[in-house]
């Protein structure tokens, strides 16, 4: 998962620190999340989800 928040994160243009204040985490947890030593509660994903426009479910599913 944390591969795919990093993917569409580039994608959508934002850096670590401004995903990370937009969704209301520290940096180190979002990078932490992205190096893919952490997972995400479903409350932050779908915030993370809200804020980069796709679904939780693309985020968390690599078959999407």
Same mark, same amino acid.
């Given at each position: 998962?944390? @591969? @795919?928040?990093?993917?569409? @994160?580039?994608?959508?243009?934002?850096?670590q620190q401004q995903l !990370? +204040?937009?969704?209301? =985490?520290? &940096? !180190?947890? &979002?990078? !932490?999340?992205? @190096?893919?030593?952490?997972?995400? #509660? +479903?409350? =932050?994903?779908?915030? =993370? !989800? +809200?804020?980069?426009?796709?679904?939780?479910? #693309?985020?968390?599913?690599?078959? =999407?």
């Amino acid at each position: 998962m944390g @591969r @795919r928040v990093r993917a569409f @994160r580039k994608l959508k243009g934002y850096t670590q620190q401004q995903l !990370a +204040d937009s969704v209301g =985490i520290s &940096l !180190a947890v &979002l990078g !932490a999340v992205e @190096r893919g030593n952490r997972r995400l #509660e +479903d409350k =932050i994903l779908n915030k =993370i !989800a +809200d804020v980069l426009g796709v679904s939780a479910e #693309e985020l968390a599913n690599p078959s =999407i």
